[in-house]
């Protein structure tokens, strides 16, 4: 899990215990340190010393042989000595002549198993090289490591006459249990110290973050639909002063944004209200001015059909004059609107009512029973085929041979009113938005047809659909339970 996903408490205590791990780890790896070095220096600072005692016991013997201090005489001048001062020092000794061969050795395994007959010749030449002619080596023999020093013997004038070896093997017997026993008392204080830790770290966590708590539940109950409260802390931090006082003048901005907002949003849905009141009492305006210009052409009192036309006209003027008082009643009780009547329709009659106000000879009807009845509310059906038709009607300006067929059919227990036309179709980037309240591809009108179909439909358990295809028309289908 990434340390970001945790929470803020979380990640405090996890920082605090991390550094006092790996403070602990630090110490450990300088103690190790520290205690490698001071182990070389001590080693080599022993070495040193014995060296210089084994020299100073060479030199005093060379004062008293009765050999003459030469190369070729210092196996006889040490045969027997060097034992002696070997055991003093606690330290093998061997004795190499200037080219490198091996003249004199103490009695020892470690050197009978580890030290050669000659020197190499690198070593020879850095001994040489040497301003004071010593070195020091690391060397391995026989899986064994350890310090090889090389030093010239002189003779009384200060002359070289041979090589002294001396091999050094580290014994950190001591220096490791001391080390061990160190670095066991140094965990175990760490363990306590990340236990006490823990616990700082625990309450120091909880008391950081108890504010920042504070303020995230604020935030959490802050709403724009309500009155928000502002945070009232004491003996906060510096920043978390600066946060809640930055929440509280949001908190203000948000009331007052919430007043601006709930009055904008009023006058809004009055104006919304406004404009659908509008579209709806404009549908039946506009055919019923088409009938009355359609009858005032056509009126001829010599006509023997006279009674009989001028009582369908004035059956299809009232009948749209229905409407629109139905538009102005529910609209003086907006929560209401539209108000749902179920009552048993002949659904077939009730559409060829609602196309009879439309006079173009393009629009042709079609049902499969003289009869299909359904709990509907006619003034909302009249209004669904009435808002469809006229969609089609618009659809087919410049269109040649313009077609519109309305269809009411049986299927599955519903009722099926089609509307197809071979007009311009829709675009498909259009077909998404086709239901959206003030949408409309238009120049004119509000957009609020199809919202207002689909609303009507939807309130009956129903569904509104359509298929569309660029100059080739549109076919929308309603579908509504008979019951």
């Not at 490791?176 to 110290?193: A, H, I, P, S, T």
């Not at 404009?282 to 006279?306: A, C, G």
């Not at 038709?389 to 299927?411: D, F, G, M, R, W």
Request: zero cysteines.
């Amino acid at each position: 899990m990434q340390l970001k996903k945790f929470s803020l408490r979380t990640r405090i205590f996890i920082s605090m215990i991390l550094i006092v791990v790996i403070a602990s780890i630090l110490i450990a790896l300088i103690t190790i340190y520290q205690y490698k070095e001071q182990s070389d220096e001590y080693h080599q600072g022993r070495l040193e010393r014995k060296e210089k005692a084994i020299m100073s016991s060479i030199n005093l013997e060379l004062q008293r042989t009765t050999y003459p201090v030469e190369t070729q005489q210092l196996h006889l001048i040490f045969k027997e000595r060097i034992y002696d001062i070997s055991e003093i020092n606690s330290l093998d000794i061997n004795i190499y002549s200037l080219s490198g061969k091996l003249l004199i050795s103490s009695s020892s395994s470690f050197i009978k198993d580890t030290i050669s007959n000659d020197i190499d010749v690198s070593v020879l030449r850095q001994i040489g090289d040497n301003a004071v002619h010593r070195i020091v080596n690391e060397e391995m023999k026989n899986g064994i490591q350890f310090q090889a020093s090389y030093t010239y013997i002189n003779d009384n004038k200060f002359k070289p006459i041979g090589i002294l070896h001396l091999p050094y093997l580290e014994d950190n017997t001591f220096q490791e249990k001391e080390l061990k026993e160190f670095l066991f008392r140094l965990g175990m204080m760490n363990l306590f110290m990340l236990f006490i830790a823990s616990i700082i770290a625990y309450f120091m966590s909880k008391y950081i973050t108890k504010s920042i708590k504070n303020v995230s539940e604020k935030i959490n109950q802050t709403r724009l639909d309500k009155r928000n409260e502002k945070i009232i802390l004491t003996n906060a931090s510096e920043e978390i002063f600066n946060l809640v006082n930055a929440y509280n003048d949001m908190v203000e901005e948000l009331g007052e944004s919430a007043v601006k907002l709930a009055k904008s949003e009023r006058e809004q849905a009055w104006r919304e209200m406004a404009k659908q009141v509008a579209h709806e009492i404009k549908n039946p305006l506009t055919p019923m001015r088409l009938t009355v210009q359609s009858f005032e052409q056509r009126f001829d009192v010599n006509d023997p059909n006279i009674k009989e036309k001028i009582n369908e006209f004035s059956k299809s003027l009232i009948q749209q004059i229905d409407t629109m008082s139905s538009i102005a009643s529910a609209f003086s009780n907006f929560a209401e609107m539209p108000k749902q009547k179920r009552e048993e329709l002949n659904v077939v009659e009730v559409v060829k009512l609602a196309l009879d106000i439309f006079n173009e000879d393009f629009i042709h009807y079609f049902h499969e029973e003289d009869a299909l009845f359904a709990k509907l509310d006619k003034t909302q059906l009249i209004r669904v085929v009435t808002n469809l038709v006229k969609n089609a009607t618009q659809s087919l300006v410049n269109v040649e041979n313009p077609k519109i067929e309305v269809k009411v059919s049986n299927q599955n227990g519903n009722v099926i009113i089609s509307v197809a036309d071979n007009g311009k179709g829709i675009n498909e980037e259009d077909k998404n938005r086709i239901f959206e309240p003030k949408f409309t591809t238009k120049s004119s009108g509000m957009g609020l047809g199809l919202p207002m179909i689909k609303n009507i439909v939807e309130a009956y358990n129903g569904s509104i659909t359509f298929t569309s295809e660029i100059n080739r028309g549109t076919v929308f289908t309603v579908t509504i339970p008979k019951t």
